[in-house]
């Protein structure tokens, strides 16, 4: 059973010189698809390119991530309602809240939040959701809109078993990365990842970002990409007590429902 990683930032500089490569690779290692994350105006548009170029392997979410708030207007919202509206997007976000560096102010985050939660209750959209040090106010808006959401994933969830819960009370999925296989600041989620229902979990590498410390070797330039998502699945596997070959297939069915895939 191939995999789908559900967060891969394909747009990132550092794949622009072997893309097709880094493709290649996710093949010959057992990720079938991948969802191009869209987490600003530009990496939005490119997500949608590369997913129109695919053949059907990627698809792509349209969103402007809480860090770039701060230039949202009319027009972007436009735009993301534009690019929603084509068929290998099949998601609205990296959206949410991010209060650890507040690079956008809260006040303003969370004005974009709700306009991009709005755009996902118009076209019918699952959301793809980003919370960082902000899960009280993240919470009470995504419940404003949670009934009227045909589908919300918290995406790289690295919180608290409490707050887990809190996401799952809203029928919410949860998506896990490559932390959970650092033992430095991981290993709480090891403690409770089993209790993640099976039909609302799913994986994803967050490439280039997190690379798993479990691969061995460590590659020099420290970059993740969508092959080691299966690193991700041994150790989510491991600790939940399931063969690996169930977590696959239950995580991929889990996926493509989700993005209807």
Not at 11 to 33: M, Y
Not at 162 to 189: K, S
Request: proline share 5%.
């Amino acid at each position: 059973m191939d995999l789908i990683d559900i967060g891969a930032n394909l747009t990132h500089e550092s794949f622009r010189h072997d893309f097709d490569d880094v493709l290649a690779r996710a093949t010959a290692h057992g990720v079938g698809k991948m969802v191009i994350t869209g987490a600003s105006k530009e990496g939005s548009e490119h997500a949608l390119t590369l997913a129109r170029a695919s053949g059907g392997r990627l698809f792509a979410t349209a969103g402007i991530h809480p860090h770039h708030a701060i230039d949202y207007d009319d027009d972007v919202d436009a735009l993301l309602r534009t690019l929603a509206s084509e068929p290998e997007v099949r998601a609205v976000g990296e959206t949410g809240l991010d209060y650890h560096r507040n690079y956008s102010p809260p006040d303003v985050q969370r004005a974009v939040f709700e306009r991009q939660l709005q755009i996902a209750v118009d076209l019918g959209m699952p959301v793809f959701l980003h919370q960082r040090d902000a899960h009280d106010d993240f919470i009470a808006l995504l419940a404003r809109y949670r009934d009227r959401l045909p589908a919300a994933v918290v995406h790289c969830f690295t919180d608290t078993r409490e707050a887990m819960l809190d996401y799952l009370a809203l029928d919410c999925h949860i998506g896990i990365t490559g932390w959970i296989c650092d033992e430095r600041r991981g290993n709480h989620l090891r403690e409770f990842v089993r209790d993640i229902p099976a039909n609302r979990l799913m994986l994803e590498t967050d490439a280039p970002y997190l690379l798993p410390r479990t691969v061995r070797p460590q590659p020099k330039h420290r970059r993740n990409e969508p092959m080691y998502l299966a690193h991700i699945r041994d150790e989510v596997a491991k600790d939940r007590g399931e063969s690996v070959e169930a977590l696959s297939e239950a995580t991929t069915r889990t996926a493509e429902a989700f993005f209807g895939i």
